[in-house]
């Protein structure tokens, strides 16, 4: 029988490829972002594979309703959390909201949905964060976003010490530059020479997230590419 899968950002732009490769190899996928419209074109393009719902995953409200939805659909094998999303700023400038805003929509989304999926995923399952390098390598500009994305891999390191036990790993990847499309509009040119394609990180994750990596717990696993 097909794994479940459950993709949360899923409509974002690694959070798009990450539905694709789970569909492509025959998962069942569950994809949640805010947006009903952009839940319901990732339902159009995989009719009968992916169903989608909709939920502010900073609110851990709105995580527990959603899985209490998810529920009926059955226990994912897979949990991947791709959430998240960049506000710049030095520790110097910042105002209380850009702080709870990167905190939240970053560390709060991975900490809500890892809550919830910890509690019922079974032995065989995995879940996969999905970081920055900004969290390992610290540059002037990203305070609050690489301090919550350092967060999501500790965050990580606890819960797959905390789950290894039940036999549900807990990995993390951490990607440089992505070529999105939010990129393409935002970045210069030299930086997006080295962006990796969402494609290529996915591929990452959905390796992650199977039998083949069932010794991997813990990791953080650079996806950087030539950056
Ligand atoms: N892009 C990069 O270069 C880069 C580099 C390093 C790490 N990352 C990380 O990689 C992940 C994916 O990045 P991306 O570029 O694909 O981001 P993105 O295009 O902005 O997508 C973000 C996804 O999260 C959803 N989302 C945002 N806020 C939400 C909320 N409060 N509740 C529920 N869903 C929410 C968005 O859909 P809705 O807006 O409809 O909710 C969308 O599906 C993020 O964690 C990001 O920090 C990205």
Redesign the pocket.
């Known amino acids: 029988m097909a794994d479940l899968a459950v993709i949360?950002?899923?409509?974002?732009?690694?959070?798009t490829a990450i539905v694709d490769a789970f569909a492509a190899r025959g998962d069942r996928v569950i994809a949640?972002?805010?947006?009903r419209s952009?839940v319901s074109q990732l339902q159009s393009r995989y009719p009968g594979v992916v169903s989608g719902d909709t939920?502010?995953?900073?609110s851990r409200l709105a995580v527990d309703d959603l899985w209490e939805r998810i529920d009926r659909l059955g226990v994912p094998r897979w949990v991947v959390s791709?959430?998240?999303?960049?506000r710049g700023g030095k520790v110097a400038d910042s105002t209380p909201d850009d702080f709870t805003f990167m905190m939240d929509?970053?560390l709060g989304?991975a900490w809500w949905s890892c809550r919830a999926a910890a509690r019922r995923m079974q032995a065989g399952g995995g879940i996969v964060n999905?970081s920055?390098?900004s969290a390992l390598a610290a540059e002037p500009g990203a305070a609050a976003y690489a301090v919550a994305?350092a967060g999501v891999i500790k965050l990580t390191e606890v819960l797959a010490a905390e789950l290894k036990a039940s036999g549900i790993r807990v990995n993390a990847v951490v990607?440089?530059?992505?070529d999105?499309p939010?990129?393409r509009q935002s970045l210069p040119e030299k930086l997006l020479q080295k962006a990796v394609a969402p494609a290529e990180i996915a591929a990452v994750i959905a390796y992650l997230c199977s039998d083949a990596t069932s010794a991997v717990s813990g990791a953080a696993i650079p996806v950087y590419g030539r950056y």
């Open positions: 949360l950002g899923a409509t974002g732009g690694l959070g949640v972002a805010r947006s952009g939920a502010d995953l900073t791709a959430t998240g999303g960049f929509l970053n989304s999905i920055s390098r994305k990607p440089a530059i992505i999105t939010a990129n």
